[in-house]
């Protein structure tokens, strides 16, 4: 019973340990964590212009233009919508009203004028002056044009398929510099009620030269033919301060810097870099051209405190880490609901769906974990009956020879102890008629060397030997039959002669 209980005990415990063992790994994949959360970002700048014309006739002519600012890519950092990228993004230091004026008069006044962000003149004197007070439309109250300037920034999520149309967000806080972050937020739900995937920070930025990261994000507007963009960088030496970290090829295969610039000119400027610790960002890419670097994630986390936006992880994201964690530990059998319930609550999730066909192709295979585990509960008759029957079976033996052995151990001084039978004569008065002439008497108990205060008893007969009838008498009398003890008639009551 000891050696069962322990097995028992045993069993259960590894069987408790193990699901909370495959709770603390972490997944593989080094980038599946953060890709759900990657954006691409387009930032354009609408211009409403209202050109007061009085050359001639007194005119207001309106026009509305759109000018790009910027792309790149997001990182969705808070499940209400919280997005970080970069600021030179979504923000210009180019004049747009220039770019306006310039627009306005070359259309409506047929003016020679390059349509660009440098400020020009013409020929002719009056039209000249008017350009003049449109270029001086914050500095003077004769000016010819009303100009207003409004940001308009459009996030496409990654999602399949593919949103065309993404969904509008604003600016929440820039950052001091082109190149330092900036802190968007969603102008209406973009989620569906149920949260956008986010990707977790990092606490700091890897000491290590030479340690490896990914990078990912978009090369162009996401479409069905344009995946994010997946690729491998290490770290050089350094902080990753405003100024940024470089990188660095520890076997100098490749030229790192130039690489990655390629890649930031393409739409990666902002895309999140990777650590390969537990795949959590580490930071973000900036630059461009032949060089590359990296800012930190304590640059991000300040821009996101400056914001008052708290990055943050939500039910989705645990939903998704948990299917993930039995994804890459190899069940399964497990990670197939797990991912189908990522997708019940965000469909189009595309990691969640590349996993969840990759989970069915697998489920009950060689490499699926999840086919032993499953195996116990496809019986049709449970195991645990069978053992509760037999340890009851055992526990009835034990106390069926306990009760024999005790039984036999007890029997003997019980059967030396038992009373025993017999009959004597009494010296009282025969019994009446019909009374039994035999009187049962208990043997009195002896003791070692303890002399009796009575006389011993005399020899009796015992029920076994044979008995002496009664005489039968009569009544001289009147004829009357006696009994045994009668010394007078009961009738007549003539005394009975002995």
């Known amino acids: 019973m000891r050696r069962l209980t322990v097995s028992v005990v045993t069993v259960a415990v590894v069987l408790v340990s193990t699901p909370l063992a495959m709770a603390h790994e972490h997944p593989s994949g080094i980038t599946d964590l953060v890709t759900p959360a990657v954006v691409r970002v387009e930032a354009t700048a609408k211009i409403d212009i209202t050109l007061l014309d009085h050359v001639g006739e007194l005119l207001h002519v309106q026009r509305s233009y759109e000018v790009p600012i910027g792309t790149g890519t997001g990182i969705v950092v808070n499940p209400d919508g919280g997005i970080v990228t970069l600021t030179q993004a979504v923000n210009t230091d180019k004049p747009l009203d220039i770019y306006a004026g310039n627009r ?107 340690a490896p990261t990914s990078v990912t994000g978009f090369l162009g507007r996401p479409a069905p033919n344009r995946p994010p963009k997946i690729d491998i960088a290490h770290l050089g030496q350094g902080g990753a301060g405003e100024g940024g970290r470089t990188f660095a090829d520890p076997k100098k295969k490749v030229n790192e810097p130039v690489k990655l610039g390629k890649l930031i000119d393409q739409g990666m400027l902002g895309a999140p870099v990777i650590g390969d610790k537990d795949g959590h960002v580490i930071g973000m890419l900036i630059g461009g051209g032949n060089d590359a670097r990296m800012i930190g994630v304590r640059e991000i986390t300040s821009a996101l405190a400056a914001a008052k936006v708290a990055p943050r992880r939500g039910p989705l994201d645990a939903a998704f880490e948990a299917a993930l964690t039995r994804f890459h530990t190899k069940n399964y059998t497990d990670a197939a609901p797990a991912f189908q319930r990522v997708l019940d609550l965000y469909p189009g999730q595309p990691v969640a769906a590349a996993h969840l066909k990759e989970s069915l192709a697998k489920k009950g295979s060689a490499e699926d974990i999840g086919v032993r585990k499953a195996a116990p509960e496809s019986t049709t008759i449970p195991l645990w009956p069978f053992i509760a029957a037999a340890a009851a079976l055992l526990a009835i033996a034990l106390v069926v020879g306990l009760l024999v052995w005790w039984r036999r151990r007890t029997g003997p001084e019980e059967e030396e102890e038992a009373p025993a039978l017999v009959s004597v004569p009494s010296s009282s008065p025969p019994p009446e008629d019909g009374a039994s002439p035999t009187v049962m008497h208990r043997r009195s108990p002896t003791f070692p060397g303890v002399t009796p205060h009575q006389p011993q008893p005399q020899p009796v007969l015992t029920a076994q030997q044979p008995q002496v009838q009664p005489q039968v008498k009569f009544c001289v009398s009147c004829g009357m039959k006696l009994g045994p003890a009668h010394r007078f008639c009961g009738y007549c009551g003539h005394p009975i002669e002995t």
Do not use: M, W
């Not at 259309?107 to 004028?113: E, N, R, S, T, W």
């Not at 013409?122 to 008017?130: A, I, K, M, P």
């Not at 999520?157 to 330092?180: C, H, M, T, W, Y």
């Open 104 to 210: 306005i008069f070359a259309d409506y006044h047929k003016a020679k004028i390059p349509v660009d962000f440098n400020r020009h003149e013409v020929e002719d004197e009056t039209l000249n002056h008017h350009l003049e007070l449109c270029y001086a439309h914050k500095t003077s109250d004769k000016s010819t044009c009303l100009i207003d300037i409004k940001p308009d920034i459009t996030v496409f999520p990654n999602i399949s398929p593919a949103d065309g149309r993404g969904f509008k967000a604003e600016i929440v806080k820039l950052g001091d510099s082109p190149q330092s972050p900036a802190v968007l937020r969603p102008t209406s739900r973009a989620d569906g009620g149920v949260g956008l995937p986010t990707a977790p920070l990092a606490d700091k930025v890897p000491d290590k030269a030479g």
